[in-house]
């Protein structure tokens, strides 16, 4: 009879909708877990790089402090002394400095 063939159809079509619903719901949550674990991995990279770059700014005002504090006030001969200790903290800032990665991760 047409009507109970109506019926079983009508109850076949709902129960795929059904299990489609699910399957995106799953999907749904994988996605969204995916994409907090990557912000929060985007996040940390971030504040690593962060911290790295405080740290290097920091060195770099040492040095740009024990320089001034070197060229003010002080005799030709006392800055010439110092020349190849400032010479030498500028090159460990520099290598550091290049040694950095910065590259951020897609």
């Known amino acids: 009879n047409f009507s109970s063939q109506g019926k079983t159809v009508e109850k076949q079509l709902l129960h795929s909708l059904d299990l489609l619903e699910q399957k995106l719901a799953k999907v749904r949550q994988q996605t969204t877990k995916g994409l907090s674990n990557q912000t929060k991995a985007k996040m940390q990279l971030l504040d690593d790089q962060k911290q790295v770059l405080e740290h290097t700014m920091t060195q770099i005002s040492s040095c740009i402090e024990f320089v001034t504090d070197t060229t003010e006030n002080k005799h ?9 200790q400032m010479l030498a903290r500028i090159s ?4 550091e400095f290049t040694q950095l990665d910065l590259t951020p991760i897609e």
């Open 76 to 84: 030709i001969t006392e800055f010439f002394l110092l020349e190849k």
């Open 92 to 95: 460990e800032l520099h290598e």
